[in-house]
Nanobody, 124 residues
């Protein structure tokens, strides 16, 4: 398992941008696929973005495609989520996750390590 710590959440107006960061504890960071999920009150945890171990493949659901970008820096053990053109429906707690494989539409159960989450609130 790897320890993950998210940062960068906050309050932003609709149409604005935020960048989330996730720092990983292990030197074997490059052996993990990484992902971001989010969970709004009363809703299930939802896939937001995923990136392969080497960073060459990325995956997004239609709800964020073209607005969110996931990237990773294996030398610094970090993964980031750049969020542009934010909408009120993007409001949620955002979680960083690490697992063996990145794919389209993964389930939370695909990932064994999770951060504590960071709140993102988009006002209308």
């Amino acid at each position: 398992q790897v320890q993950l710590v998210e940062s960068g959440g906050g309050l932003v107006q609709a149409g604005g941008s935020l960048m989330l960061s996730c720092a990983a504890s292990r030197r074997t960071f490059s052996t993990y696929a990484m992902a971001w999920f989010r969970q709004a009150p009363g809703k299930e945890r939802e896939f937001v973005a995923a990136i392969s171990r080497g960073g060459s493949n990325t995956y997004y659901p239609d709800s964020v495609k073209g607005r969110f970008t996931i990237s990773r820096g294996n030398a610094k053990n970090t993964v980031t989520l750049q969020m542009n053109s934010l909408k009120p429906e993007d409001t949620a707690v955002y979680y960083c996750a690490a697992g063996p494989i990145a794919r389209q539409s993964p389930l939370p159960s695909d990932f064994g390590s999770w951060g504590q989450g960071t709140q993102v609130t988009v006002s209308s």
